[in-house]
């Protein structure tokens, strides 16, 4: 329960409340992400909060210094527990973010689990963003137990790309959720194949017996 995130990629709000709502009593962590946010950015935050739960803002941030700065700012008002950047974003973007007082943790996209990589690149791109200081890094359950090595068990790693069986669309660097943990994973993060599922509340269950 505690290292299981579902991602909301959802439009409709209704959909939303309806899968916290299924997937409650194994989910204390809530991805929102554009597809939600851009519509329903107030109402979303309301009600994860009015459910006790924690929210995961996935805006992948990257832009200037001072622009990622006062969004990090924004994110801390609405109360969200983490956020994203990119590490693209470079240096100076990064430590922006970091600087900002009593803010949400803060997550960097290493290369998307959509793309191809080689286990160098990220591990790469994961140590040049904990030198700047943030929390952890998105990145593959591919590369888990290399970023663990290199940036040490502290530095957070949180993986999407979590499937049971080969995956039937973009994502491309998987594994199964059993895997991501054995090799240290902090947090998995669960989409489609709960939030499509005939019954996200049974999905979410099974991706939960596994986490624990
Ligand atoms: O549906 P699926 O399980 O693939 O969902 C994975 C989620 O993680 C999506 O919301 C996607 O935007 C997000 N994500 C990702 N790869 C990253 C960063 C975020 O798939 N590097």
Redo the contacts with the bound molecule.
């Keep these: 329960m505690k290292n299981l995130i579902l991602?909301l990629?959802v439009y409709d709000l209704k959909k939303a409340e309806k899968l916290i709502e299924a997937t409650s009593p194994y989910i204390d962590i809530f991805?929102v992400?554009p597809i939600l946010f851009l519509q329903y950015a107030k109402e979303i935050i309301k009600i994860l909060k009015d459910n006790g739960k924690k929210i995961f803002l996935?805006l992948?941030f990257h832009d200037i210094p001072a622009t990622v700065k006062r969004s990090v700012e924004a994110a801390r008002e609405l109360g969200v527990y983490s956020l994203?950047v990119h590490s693209l974003g470079g240096h100076d973007m990064l430590k922006a973010a970091v600087e900002v007082e009593n803010r949400p943790k803060i997550w960097a996209?290493?290369?998307?689990?959509?793309q191809a990589a080689t286990l160098d690149e990220v591990t790469k791109k994961a140590n040049f963003a904990k030198s700047c200081g943030v929390d952890g890094v998105?990145?593959?359950p591919l590369e888990i137990s290399s970023i663990k090595k290199e940036c040490g068990k502290c530095f957070q790693v949180v993986t999407?790309?979590?499937?049971f069986s080969n995956?039937n669309?973009?994502?491309k660097r998987i594994a199964t959720p059993q895997a991501a943990l054995n090799d240290g994973a902090d947090f998995l993060?669960?989409?489609?194949?709960?939030?499509e599922s005939t019954n996200p509340s049974e999905a979410a269950k099974m991706f939960c017996d596994k986490t624990f």
């Excluded at 993060?189 to 939030?195: A, E, L, N």
């Design positions: 991602a990629d991805k992400g996935d992948k994203t996209v290493t290369v998307l689990t959509s998105i990145a593959s999407p790309g979590i499937r995956a669309d973009d994502q993060v669960v989409g489609r194949p709960i939030i």
